[in-house]
């Protein structure tokens, strides 16, 4: 059966640090990758997608980046953390038109 | 702008009622929709998928669909106080070549003992 897994569960970092938060999904093959991100109060914000090796769609302008450097292997980077960065961010993965399957998550708290 | 929206709640149903939730979508044709848990400070859980008009039952679930109303709505029957969560519907919305899940905001849904 397909398993995602994401980490760091829980992670707090000042201001101007750096970010990379991982993603593997083990079970499937060429899989669709997202990442959201779940602010307080908010609905969940697709930021990310890949559909493939290197093959990466940003849905939001901000100060992050992914990268998909495995077929089960997605990415969220950041240069530099702003305040507003601070969310639950997910990580999901998909085939086709089906529900995305979602990985625990990770609080980031930016201070 | 293509959205997904859905009651904005709090509901707060007696255990043992039914809860009902709906969701109305903007983006005649999508296919496939889909409801989501979410405990409190955990990931969302799928419950229901449906594509096709009409209901689909799973337990003491039942998705609602209809497309020319582009509504889509959640009957929980015997509503459990393990049931308290929020629900998220979601919708796969054209964008460009590709199809992508949109979510909206949820409800929050309480069953009291």
């Known amino acids: 059966s397909q398993t995602i897994h994401q980490w760091p569960a829980t992670l707090v970092q000042p201001v101007g640090s750096p970010l990379s938060l991982e993603c593997t999904v083990e079970g499937t093959s060429n899989p669709n990758l997202y990442w959201y991100r779940q602010a307080a109060g908010r609905g969940l914000q697709l930021l990310f997608y890949s559909i493939g090796i290197d093959q990466i769609s940003s849905e939001v302008p901000q100060n992050l980046s992914a990268s998909r450097p495995q077929d089960r292997q997605f990415i969220l980077s950041s240069k530099k953390l702003l305040l507003s960065d601070s969310g639950f961010y997910l990580c999901a993965w998909s085939s086709g038109l089906s529900g995305y399957t979602f990985g625990s998550g990770t609080r980031l708290t930016v201070v | 702008q293509k959205e997904v929206e859905q009651n904005s709640g709090p509901l707060s149903v007696p255990e043992g009622a039914i809860a009902s939730l709906n969701c109305t979508y903007s983006?005649?044709?999508?296919?496939?929709f889909f409801w989501y848990r979410q405990y409190s400070g955990k990931s969302p859980e799928l419950i229901m998928s449906i594509y096709s008009n009409g209901d689909k039952e799973d337990g003491r679930f039942t998705a609602q669909l209809n497309k020319a109303s582009q509504y889509v709505s959640l009957l929980i029957r015997d509503s459990q106080p393990s049931d308290s969560a929020t629900y998220l519907c979601a919708v796969n919305i054209r964008g460009g070549s590709n199809y992508k899940l949109t979510f909206g905001k949820g409800t929050l849904l309480t069953v009291n003992p």
């Open positions: 983006d005649r044709v999508s296919q496939s």
